[in-house]
């Protein structure tokens, strides 16, 4: 019963068991109530106990479960020990504590990942041992496209339970693109009213000739997010949302043609002057005009999410911005002249320099791809980096902090085997075992530039992912060893044990099923998982190295 996933630091097995029992009592000491309350309910819902409340430590003595904070531990740090006393989890912080609780579910079974008892007369029993255990990074984090193809809100709260369940801390929540923008922003209705559906959707990649003719769309009010945020911190997960600027903003520009290069884009238009939310994929020339009206009306934006979004980072994207309009619009090429700028790249740098310095006045930091390095980086700004490691081993040489999520190993919208039966096969194969081997700190840092990595982030973009089943397909079982790799100390440089993992994988595929994740089994995708017929975009030869 200890194929933990992910591995922890240190696990010393004793011999005998905790059984938890009708009598049994959970005690919750300062702090920690938040966490008792939320695993007093999973427990209770999988296992039919009462569970009832102890009002001190020795309640939870023998058959008990107690919670408490110890300050020597560091934040995330827990300790669990299962003996003759009971069971106790102590963290320095009730994060700490609320990771220690995601392990005692794990060792509980499968079952205890139910919404209801199977059977009543079962025994639930923890096994005797200690564990020590700590994060190897702050950010562990998925990244979630909601743009592409819409995510109710219950389903973005499935996914904060999945990410809890795996130690993920960090939610990047990819909220607008060329395709859809998915909050409300009460001063400006139109975001929603018109930027949130497409008339029709390509079905597959770009390349497909296929089409689903019917709309799609959808948003979240502004309670839904209050709620999705809220949902997130009981299980101590952190919201980061994405506002995409100045590119992957079709969306934005449908809504207020204001916001586009007026002075060039009518011109590629036919029959009409203004652009509609994008039905298609790949990389949109329609981008932000460089103006004072476009700067005042994203700062109204993001004045509104601030106060929804407690997160100390924002991401603005900064990806995949095509410079073709601003060469040709006098108006941007006259704020070039304006400002003493060399070129386009520059004009992008200065317009996320500018909100580097808005969110800065506010105790908040930029987070962009790492595109925004190009023209020079803004002061404060984080890098996601994306296109392979070199923008992050650029930006930590430079002192900037660094989040790893090379799409070579961590995009989980790339297929996960070669052959015909993957559905909708896109770019470069990347196994279970390619994603468990990751490395997020380069070889080429010194150990001062390495600090500078918070962490590593998983990202799924949902262009070929039009449900959530093709979502969970896609995802699982990946992100069970990414969740390793951003969790788990290395044995040593450089490697790791998959035969190990692939044990304990055997598991926690029973914990996925519970669950009730539509995760690729690892023979192959079951017949309705697949797409026959449905074009990706596979690419020959091997993936580009790291």
């Keep these: 019963m200890t194929e933990l996933i992910p591995q922890p630091r240190s696990v010393v097995v004793g011999s005998g068991e905790v059984r938890l029992t009708a009598h049994s009592q959970l005690y919750a ?92 007369r079962r025994t639930w029993a923890v096994p005797h041992l200690t564990i020590q255990d700590s994060p190897r990074f702050p950010w562990r984090g998925l990244m979630l496209d909601v743009a592409r193809h819409f995510m109710p809100k219950e389903g973005v709260l499935r996914y904060l339970d999945l990410m809890a369940a795996h130690k993920l801390n960090v939610f990047h929540f990819h909220l607008t693109d060329d395709q859809g923008w998915r909050v409300q922003i009460n001063r400006y209705p139109k975001l929603t009213e018109i930027g949130s559906w497409r008339a029709r959707t390509k079905f597959g990649h770009r390349a497909s000739p ?14 839904d997010i209050r709620e999705i945020v809220a949902y997130a911190a009981d299980r101590h997960i952190t919201v980061v949302p994405e506002i995409d600027v100045p590119g992957h903003s079709q969306a934005a520009i449908a809504a207020y043609p204001e916001l586009g290069n007026t002075d060039v884009i009518t011109a590629s238009i036919k029959g009409g002057n203004s652009l509609s939310v994008w039905d298609n994929w790949g990389i949109n020339p329609n981008v932000l005009a460089p103006t004072d009206n476009t700067l005042r009306f994203y700062e109204g934006v993001f004045e509104e999410l601030l106060e929804l979004f407690p997160s100390e980072f924002i991401h603005v994207g900064g990806d995949e911005c095509l410079k073709d309009q601003w060469k040709q619009s006098p108006t941007a090429q006259a704020r070039i002249e304006e400002l003493g700028l060399a070129d386009e790249d520059e004009l992008q740098s200065w317009f996320i320099g ?41 930006a930590a040489r430079a002192g900037h902090d660094v989040v790893m999520c090379p799409e070579q190993y961590v995009y989980l919208d790339w297929r996960q085997a070669p052959g015909e039966d993957e559905p909708v096969p896109i770019a470069h194969v990347r196994t279970l075992e390619d994603v468990y081997r990751f490395e997020p700190v380069p070889e080429q840092l010194s150990e001062a530039e390495a600090r500078h990595v918070l962490g590593t982030q998983a990202n799924v973009w949902t262009e070929v992912m039009e449900d959530h089943a093709r979502v969970d397909y896609q995802t699982f079982p990946r992100l069970a060893a990414f969740a390793e790799v951003a969790w788990s100390a ?17 598991a926690h595929y029973a914990r996925l099923d519970a669950l009730g994740v539509a995760y690729r089994p690892p023979t192959g995708p079951l017949p309705w998982q697949r797409r026959p017929g449905v074009l990706g975009r596979p690419l020959d030869g091997p993936p580009p190295q790291a």
């Design 29 to 120: 000491g300062d702090a920690t109530e938040g966490v008792g309350n939320w695993l007093r309910t999973a427990l209770q819902q999988a296992t039919g106990l009462p569970l009832h409340e102890g009002r001190e430590l020795d309640d939870a003595c023998d058959d008990g479960i107690g919670l408490q904070l110890d300050p020597a531990l560091g934040p995330e740090e827990y300790r669990l020990v299962s003996d003759s006393n009971g069971v106790f989890i102590e963290g320095g912080s009730p994060a700490g504590v609320f990771r220690g609780a995601q392990t005692l579910r794990q060792l509980l079974g499968p079952d205890a990942y139910r919404r209801a008892p199977l059977d009543r």
């Design 210 to 223: 296929l089409w689903d003719d019917k709309p799609h769309g959808g948003y979240y009010t502004q309670d």
């Design 354 to 394: 500018h909100f580097d310095k808005w969110l800065s006045a506010r105790g908040r930091r930029l987070v962009g791809w790492d595109e925004i390095l190009e023209g020079g980086l803004a002061d404060g700004a984080v890098v996601s980096s994306w296109r392979g490691y070199e923008g992050g081993i650029t």
């Design 490 to 506: 290395l044995p040593a440089p450089g490697e790791r044990d998959f035969a190990d993992f692939e044990r304990r994988m055997t």
